[in-house]
Nanobody, 123 residues
Framework: QVQVVESGGGLVQAGGSLRLSCVAS????????MGWFHQAPGKERDFVAA????????YYADSVKGRFTISRDNAKNTVSLQMTSLKPEDTGLYYC????????????????WGKGTLVTVSS
């Protein structure tokens, strides 16, 4: 089973940037598509971005297209999310997990989540 640890969250002003990282342990993450999900306070977890196992294909929620970029380094079992032009509505916990690609989005492959990393965007 793949376990993940997310990091890189923090407090940033609107318009700022953050880079989130997800390190996977267990089976090589290169075997799986991976994705990021966002859970705003009091709301359900929503799809943000996903990347195929090779890194050749990427998918984004409409709300983050043009602002966020997902990437992966299979040699380091790492998936990253570069977040720019951040908005207050981007505030919340961000989770990384294995996904099943269902273009134009992705769904979690299993109900296995890390602790997430908290992003707070002030207005």
């Amino acid at each position: 089973q793949v376990q993940v640890v997310e990091s890189g969250g923090g407090l940033v002003q609107a318009g700022g940037s953050l880079r989130l990282s997800c390190v996977a342990s267990g089976r090589p993450s290169s075997s799986y598509a991976m994705g990021w999900f966002h859970q705003a306070p009091g709301k359900e977890r929503d799809f943000v971005a996903a990347i195929s196992s090779s890194g050749g294909s990427t998918y984004y929620a409409d709300s983050v297209k043009g602002r966020f970029t997902i990437s992966r380094d299979n040699a380091k079992n790492t998936v990253s999310l570069q977040m720019t032009s951040l908005k207050p509505e981007d505030t919340g916990l961000y989770y990384c997990t294995r996904v099943r690609l269902v273009p134009p989005k992705a769904v979690p492959l299993a109900n296995a989540w890390g602790k997430g990393t908290l992003v707070t965007v002030s207005s």
